[in-house]
T-cell receptor, first 123, second 107 residues
C-alpha cells in the first residue's frame, strides 16, 4: 500500500525559506506515479495547487507562486520536496503532498495524498 | 486561470436525502473534472474523475455528471459518514484549480 508522509519545520520565520519533504513508501516513487504535486490549504479555506514535478522530467508551477517555488525529487530516497522562499504570514497553511493516478482514459488525477503538515509563518 | 465556482457553499440535509452540488468552470474544460471528499482534519479523497467515473472502492451512491462548463455531483441516500466538504477540481489547464468547496451537514 502506497503511503505519503510530509515532513517539515512546523514553524518558519517571515522572509525565510520553507523546505518540505514528502516520503513515498510502499513502492518505488517512479513506479507509483510520474507526477507529484504540492497543494496547500489555509485554515478554514479551500485548496490551492502549488506545483508539481514529473519524474520523467519537468516541473510546473502555479503562476501565483512561481517566482518563489521550486519542486524537486530525489528518487534514490523515494522523496520529493518543496522549497518556498521569502515566506509571509499568508503562506501559513496545511501543506499536502499528492501523487497522480493515471486513469484508463489517460488522464491524471490526485489519487495519493499525504496526511498534511501544518506550517505556521510567524516571528 | 480557470475559475471553478461551486454551489451551494454549504448545505444541510437529512439521512436518506438525495444531495446535489454543482460546479461551473469559467471556460470549457470538456470532462476534465474530478470530485474530492475532505473530512475534518483529513486529506482530500478522490471520489469521481473524468466528470462521471467512480474511483475504485467508492460507494455507488456517489455520482457525477456534466461536461463543458457545467457539472454536478450527487449523493443518493445521504449517509452520516458522508459529512464532509466536497471540492471539484479541473485538470484541463494549468494551473490546476479547485472550487471553493461545499460543506455538507446533517440536519
Amino acid at each position: 500500500q502506497v503511503q505519503l508522509q510530509e515532513s517539515g519545520p512546523g514553524l518558519v520565520t517571515p522572509s525565510q525559506t520553507l523546505t518540505l519533504t514528502c516520503t513515498v513508501s510502499g513502492d518505488s516513487i517512479s513506479r507509483v506515479s510520474d507526477r507529484w504535486s504540492w497543494i496547500r490549504q489555509p485554515a478554514g479555506k479551500g485548496l490551492e495547487w502549488i506545483g508539481r514535478i514529473s519524474i520523467s522530467g519537468g516541473t510546473n508551477y502555479n503562476p501565483s507562486l512561481k517566482s518563489r517555488v521550486t519542486v524537486f525529487a530525489d528518487t534514490s530516497k523515494n522523496q520529493f520536496s518543496l522549497k518556498l522562499t521569502a515566506v509571509t504570514a499568508a503562506d501559513t497553511a496545511v501543506y499536502y503532498c499528492a501523487g497522480d493516478i493515471r486513469q484508463a482514459s489517460g488522464n491524471y488525477v490526485f489519487g495519493y495524498w499525504g496526511q498534511g503538515t501544518l506550517i505556521t509563518v510567524s516571528s | 486561470d480557470i475559475q471553478m465556482t461551486q454551489s451551494p457553499s454549504s448545505l444541510s440535509a437529512s439521512v436518506g436525502d438525495r444531495v446535489t452540488i454543482t460546479c461551473q468552470a469559467s471556460q470549457d474544460i470538456s470532462n476534465y473534472l474530478s470530485w474530492y471528499q475532505q473530512k475534518p482534519g483529513k486529506a482530500p479523497k478522490l471520489l469521481i474523475y473524468d466528470a462521471s467515473d467512480l474511483e475504485i472502492g467508492v460507494p455507488s451512491r456517489f455520482s457525477g455528471s456534466g461536461s463543458g462548463t457545467d457539472f454536478a455531483f450527487t449523493i443518493n441516500s445521504l449517509q452520516p459518514e458522508d459529512i464532509a466538504t466536497y471540492y471539484c477540481q479541473q485538470y484541463d489547464n494549468l494551473p490546476l484549480t479547485f472550487g471553493q468547496g461545499t460543506r455538507l451537514e446533517i440536519k
